[in-house]
């Protein structure tokens, strides 16, 4: 699996914007990936750690509709830490890559788009196991 950390990234969500505020639309040009699966993140303790794993086939666009949290990124070799924090800024994570979420604001909401259903089996939640993934 080739995909690196320079592979994963920040999608602009288009927006309408008017006097009664914004309106961000995600239609199927916007994301490289067919939508199978919808879900969110909330009531997240601020000192919570999400994430700790890979996905071997998975496509996700991580989403931050309201309030920010980290994201770090491994590809086995580089790493780098993005802060989310914009409603109408996606983050575009492509399948092979290690990633730990934390530093959650109070009150925030993290949306996740996803290109398949969940599947247990597409997992890698062992760092070591990731790493013999990313050299075969
Ligand atoms: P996990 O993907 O490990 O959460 P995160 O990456 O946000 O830390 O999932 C946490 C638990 O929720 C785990 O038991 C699997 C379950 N789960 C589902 O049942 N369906 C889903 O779509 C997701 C994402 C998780």
């Not at 199978?36 to 700790?52: K, T």
């Not at 914009?86 to 290109?115: Q, T, Y």
Request: proline share 4%; charged share 25%.
């Amino acid at each position: 699996m080739s995909n690196t950390i320079n592979d994963v990234a920040i999608l602009e969500i288009p927006r309408v914007h008017d006097e009664r505020g914004l309106l961000a639309v995600i239609e199927k040009e916007t994301i490289p990936f067919k939508i199978e699966r919808v879900y969110y993140l909330y009531d997240v303790p601020s000192d919570a750690f999400r994430g700790g794993h890979a996905h071997k086939e998975l496509y996700q666009l991580i989403i931050p509709l309201s309030g920010s949290f980290n994201v770090l990124l491994k590809d086995g070799k580089e790493s780098k830490t993005i802060n989310l924090n914009k409603p109408h800024k996606g983050l575009l994570i492509v399948p092979g890559i290690w990633r730990e979420i934390d530093n959650f604001s109070s009150g925030c909401v993290c949306l996740v788009l996803a290109s398949s259903v969940y599947n247990e089996d597409d997992y890698i939640r062992n760092f070591r196991d990731f790493l013999a993934f990313k050299n075969t």
